[in-house]
């Protein structure tokens, strides 16, 4: 039986549990989804160009009431410069969507190769999305593939993370200024009961989070044969070659490191650096991780963030542990800190590592840097993909063209050159993950609004005559 008593939230900063949410009992979120199928014929009918207008509206109303959904990300995370980027980022996305989406979903007849007939393709939305989303960024990843989702012509129905659903309550209240979205777009709240039921309410699913989860996921998705666009964990490796401006390669892997306190997919967490200039690079880097502070005691007093789920302390805390008991050596950061209830980890970075400790491994969405010198660049590549994950990457070198040659040869999805993490401001390159990084259709690109369609072709018969195409050919 689905839990549907209050689930207490903690607030990341003060380790307090000051919010509730209450999961909806299975019978009334099954309800929910079949109104959301019938509002969605209509949703369809009214065309692209009332859709935007919709969406659009609700952009107009989330600015209205900006101060509370920033109020809201900052109670969920504990981090105020990052909450605003995500807020920007999805109002952002909602224009990009709504600009690309009239070319992207325009369909056209055309001749074949059999001259008596033209094909008349149509795109087809599925009815109704779900949305299984983390807590690591709350909104813009519980909106990331519902916006295209509803452009395309789909109901949504959003189940965010409930260690981060505080967000919910502002963007709901925007919501119920526009009723032609709001019959198509619902969030429900609740833990991982609720969203199994939900998948099993839904005619395809989107889930971004664990592996382990990603796998329960995928196997309610078979059972109930509907489509499953998963985005799982990640193990992202840097390579710095020879040549690397190091100024340039420190700076950039940093901030791919420690972003939102590293508690993020597109986290660099594995560096690989060349011997003749591995001591240059870890001195380096040593010295730019400790100009970074915590925001604490107030949210201006620093860049780094607390950890948002309590138990991913414990995982930071765990890999810590296990690489210096296997020899690793700390050169900066390295403890998991209680600072007025929250727990906070400063910039770490550890040489001496190597493949058997769980931080060379395991994804650890902590701000550790882990860094291993290679002697050769096949060892280097070797290196970065000896790993269950294919996420993203990133390769430094003097030129484009030595970092794409081995670039090329990683089994990742998105690979970043001279830089890390470009995919979290470039959405055009459609990407895979590989291996259990993820599975299904990319969300970058234009991929990322077509997967919400089914294709139906019109074979049309264009001569006059009467007899099929066959007739008269029989053996």
Known sequence: MTNTKPIEVRNPRTGKYDYVIIP???RLLVQQCKRMRRAQVHWQKIGIEGRIEALQQWKEAILSTRDRLTEALVNDT????????????FLSSIDRWCRLAPELLQESAKNTAIPFIALQQASVPYPLVGVISPWNFP?????????PALLAGCAAIVKPSEIAPR??????TALNAVPKLRDVLTFVEGAGETGATLIENVDLV???????TGRKVAQAAAKHFIPAFLELGGKDPAIVLESANLDLATSAILWGSVVNTGQSCLSIERIYVAESIFEKFYHLLVAKAHRLEL?????????????????????????LLDA??????????GVIEDLGGGWWCRPTVLTQVNHSMKLMSEETFGPLMPIMPFATVEEAISLANDSIYGLSAAVFAESQAE?????????????SINDAGLTAIMHEGEKNAFKFSGLGGSRMGAAAIKRFTRKKAFLIKTNASNDPWWFGNEE
């Open 24 to 26: 909806p009992p299975p």
């Open 78 to 89: 504990g981090r105020l410069s990052t909450s605003v980027l995500e807020i920007d980022s």
């Open 139 to 147: 909104l813009l990843l519980s909106t990331i593939d519902t916006i």
């Open 167 to 172: 967000f919910v309550a502002p963007l709901v």
């Open 206 to 212: 989107c889930f971004t989070g664990s592996v382990a």
């Open 295 to 319: 925001a604490y005691p107030t949210l201006e007093s620093g860049e780094i963030g607390p950890i948002i789920a309590e138990r991913q302390a414990a995982i930071i805390s765990d890999h």
């Open 324 to 333: 210096v008991e296997k020899g690793a050596l700390i050169h900066c950061g």
């Open 403 to 415: 970092a794409l040659e081995v670039a090329q040869h990683i089994d990742a999805g998105a690979i």
